[in-house]
Structure formats: structure tokens, C-alpha cells
């Protein structure tokens, strides 16, 4: 099990302490775009130790208490560890599966080659496969750079859409605006998802801490 991380380019607004948007490759939009792939289960047991908003972490810890009584290991263990689509294996970085969560060490196999895992989510590690980014693999073409609004709409990037989301957000004085180059690991895709689920500001919440 590799670490990896995935780099993009910020436009921040100084004055404003916010992100106007992304510049990002086809890895960072594949694991954006992943994110609407993962079962419920999956996100739940992700956000469990940063604070699940709403109820369904309940629901989740209660089916977790039962016994075999009430309902059996098979049945259990499809609500609790999800399987993702086997598609995702063609993605170069995304979050791990729930599998991850287990005590026993297991055998992972990327890009046909074994190795054997005994990493936990607090080891923080996001899970990459080696198999070439290209375009046969993941979700988008990797022909251009791709523009991620703070709000995650995703769009390609030309000079054109620039300017028009600089006049969008009423940017008066470029000396106000500045790149930063940002890199996304596990810890910073844990918060993605997390504030993607209630929040308009994804990019400023994660990369800038501001709310």
C-alpha cells in the first residue's frame, strides 16, 4: 500500500480570505468525482472520528451492536463494510475502503501486484494504485487541466472562464489575489468529504481553515 497525494494550484482572494477555484489535473478531478461512488457505509465509517452530521452514524453504530441473533455476519458486514465498484481500481487516488478498518492483515493487489496491508485510517494514508494515469482509466480525460470551483463544480479551464469567475466575484485588484500550490493527501480528503456534505466553501473550509 503506497502513500501518495495529489497536487493542485489555488487562486486565493487575500482580502477575502477565500478560494476562488482549483486548477487540477484528471487525478484530482477522478477523486473528486470518486467521492459520489462510495456507499453510504463507506462515508460513515470515514467521518466517524471527525463527527457525523445528522443521524445516520446512529443507525450505522446500532446495526454495528447486533448480534447474530438479529441479523447475520453476511447481511452485517454488506451494510458495515460496502464493496466499491471494482471500476475504482482504475483510480490512481482515492480514499480507502472500509475493508481498511480491519485488524487482520489482508492482501491488497494493484496494478497485479500483492502486498500486504496492516494500515488503520489513523495511519492516514490515501490509497494509489501505479497503474498509468491516462485516459483509459478513471473518470475524465486527461487532455487539459480542469477549474474546481470552492463550491466543487468542476469545468474545464480556458483564460476565458478565468476572467469571466474574476468579474463573477467582483475581483477589483488582481495585487489581492495569489497561487498557492496545495497538495491533497488523506487527511485533506477526509475533510473534503466531510465539508462537502454541508458547506458551499469545500476548498477555503479545507485548505485555508476558514468557515
Known amino acids: ?32 468525482l470518486h467521492i459520489l461512488t462510495l456507499p453510504v457505509g463507506t ?17 450505522y453504530n446500532s446495526i454495528e451492536k447486533l448480534n447474530d441473533v438479529y441479523i447475520k455476519s453476511s447481511k452485517k458486514n454488506i451494510l458495515l463494510k460496502p464493496k466499491a465498484p471494482a471500476s475504482l481500481a482504475e483510480i490512481k487516488f482515492k480514499l480507502p475502503e472500509t475493508s481498511l478498518f480491519d485488524s487482520t492483515p489482508k492482501t491488497y493487489y494493484s496494478a497485479e501486484i500483492p502486498c500486504t496491508d496492516q494500515s488503520h485510517l489513523s495511519n492516514h494514508q490515501l490509497v494509489t494504485s501505479t497503474a498509468e494515469s491516462d485516459d483509459k482509466g478513471g ?35 488582481i495585487g489581492h ?24 466553501k469545500v476548498l477555503t473550509e479545507v485548505f485555508l481553515g476558514e468557515k
Open 177 to 200: 489575489l495569489e497561487e498557492r500550490v496545495v497538495s491533497l493527501g488523506m487527511d485533506e480528503g477526509i475533510k473534503l468529504l466531510k465539508s462537502s456534505l454541508h458547506s458551499k
Open 139 to 173: 473518470f475524465v480525460q486527461g487532455v487539459v487541466t480542469y477549474m474546481v470551483m470552492d463550491d466543487l463544480e468542476v469545468m474545464p479551464m480556458s483564460t476565458i472562464s478565468s476572467i469571466t469567475l474574476l468579474n463573477k466575484f467582483n475581483v477589483k485588484e
Open 1 to 32: 500500500m503506497a502513500t501518495g497525494s495529489v497536487n493542485l494550484k489555488l487562486l486565493v482572494d487575500k482580502s477575502n480570505r477565500r478560494v476562488l477555484f482549483a486548477e487540477g489535473g484528471k487525478d484530482f478531478v477522478d477523486f473528486l
Open 43 to 59: 462515508v460513515i465509517m470515514l467521518l466517524e472520528k471527525t463527527g457525523m452530521v445528522g443521524s445516520l452514524g446512529n443507525l
